[in-house]
Each structure stands twice: as C-alpha cells, then as structure tokens.
C-alpha cells in the first residue's frame, strides 16, 4: 500500500514558471525522500530532508515538511522544458523501506 | 563511480514460466532494496537486505518470490510460476546505510504473455 499521495496528479505550467508539488502521509517518519522519473524508468534522487528538519534547499529545488501535518512541498523555481517528469515523495518510517505516493505527472511548456 | 545496474532491461516470458532478476548495487552500500512499480503508480517495496541477510522481506506478494544476496552485494530477484499480473517494473536500489539516500537502478521491465 502507499502511505504518501501527491497533490496535484497532475500539473501543466509554461517554461519560467514555478512548479509546487505536496505531499501528504499518514505515520511518523524519519525523513522524506523526493524523486524524479523519466519515462517510467530510472528514479532519480533529488533531496532527503529529515524529521527535525523544516526546509531545505537544493539549486532550484526548496522542500518542506510539517510533521505536524505530515506533508512536504516540493518548489522547483524557474522550470524549464528538462523539469518535464513525474514526482514522488517517499517516506522512510524504519530504515528499511521507502513508501511512494502516486506521483505528480509535471510538464513543463517551452 | 558506477550507479547501480540492473539486468536484463527488459525480459518478457510466458505465463508459468521462472524468472531471475539482477542487481548490483554500489560498490560498498551494505543495504539494497528491491521495488516493483505498476504502470502509473508509484514504486512498492517487496524486500530489504541488511548485509547478506533479508532483514524485511514483508513486501513480497507471495511464495512465488524469492531474493538472495549470497555475498552482500550483488542480488538476484527470483518468480516462479510467473502470472500475467506479476508484469511491471523491477526496480533495485541501494544505500550506504539504512536511512540514508537511496540510489535507484534503470529497473528491469518484466512482460509475461
């Protein structure tokens, strides 16, 4: 079963523009994972914030995690055509698994 | 350095049919995972090995399947008696430790007719 779901599945922007991705789950964790995948293969590894963390920041990357809330929020600044992929959050509650959401499917519009 | 590789990247068989899977993970990363992810749909855990040992195999579907990882390093992924809906994307990754980044490998795209 997955724990995270992401929020919106789907999401069309034009090129320069910002793209926000959440993400909510349901039990403790200790950290929040994000990742990229091209074409249904290959995921790419983007950022880990852990538990005690509230924000951090990676290029044009900024997540955040309310723990409070559970949920993350993934801003990419700027997107350009290349940001075109889908976007998972993972949750690792034990150190022994990552649980996925669904995905964000995001395009980005030259 | 090397990512983690996986092989075959694609492999279709025939329903009934036994499948081994391959992966190898970074070169010292002690922990290495095995997902399954479905068209559209995020990736799903099936096993984790801790070192040589699988410390949680709680994700595997059934009895069907089997995963080894005789040397702590690299992993075979093993279907008997594979059914239509055992086709998806296996996915392998591995860490340095457990919660620690985990690095994914291409997958292997698994098709039973």
């Known amino acids: 079963s997955q724990q995270g779901e992401e929020d919106p599945q789907a999401l069309s922007i034009q090129e320069g523009e910002n793209a926000t991705m959440n993400c909510s789950y349901k039990t403790s964790i200790n950290n929040l994972q994000w990742y990229r995948q091209n074409s249904g293969r290959g995921l790419v590894h983007l950022i880990l914030?852990?538990?005690?963390?509230r924000e951090k920041h990676s290029g044009r990357l900024r997540v955040t995690l309310d723990t409070s809330k559970k949920s993350s929020s993934l801003l990419i600044t700027a997107s350009r055509a290349a940001d075109t992929a889908s976007y998972f959050c993972?949750?690792?509650?034990?150190?022994?698994?990552?649980?996925f959401g669904g995905g964000t499917r995001l395009m980005v519009k030259p | 350095g090397a990512g983690v590789s996986q092989t075959p990247s694609n492999k279709v068989t025939e329903k009934g049919k036994y499948v081994e899977l391959r992966c190898d993970p970074i070169?010292?990363?002690?922990?290495l995972y095995w997902y399954r992810q479905s068209l559209g749909q995020g990736p799903e855990f099936l096993i984790y090995?801790?070192?040589?040992?699988?410390?949680?195999d709680s994700g595997l579907p059934n009895d069907r399947f089997f995963a080894v990882r005789p040397e702590g390093s690299v992993s075979t992924l093993k279907i008997q008696r594979t059914e239509r809906g055992d086709s998806a994307v296996y996915l392998c990754?591995?860490?340095?430790?457990?919660?620690?980044?985990?690095?994914f490998g291409p997958g292997t795209r698994l098709t039973v007719l």
């Open positions: 090995f801790q070192g040589t040992g699988a410390a949680d």
């Open positions: 990754a591995s860490s340095l430790t457990s919660l620690g980044e985990q690095f």
């Open positions: 914030i852990r538990s005690n963390e």
């Open positions: 070169s010292g990363h002690t922990a």
């Open positions: 993972a949750t690792d509650a034990a150190g022994n698994m990552l649980t």
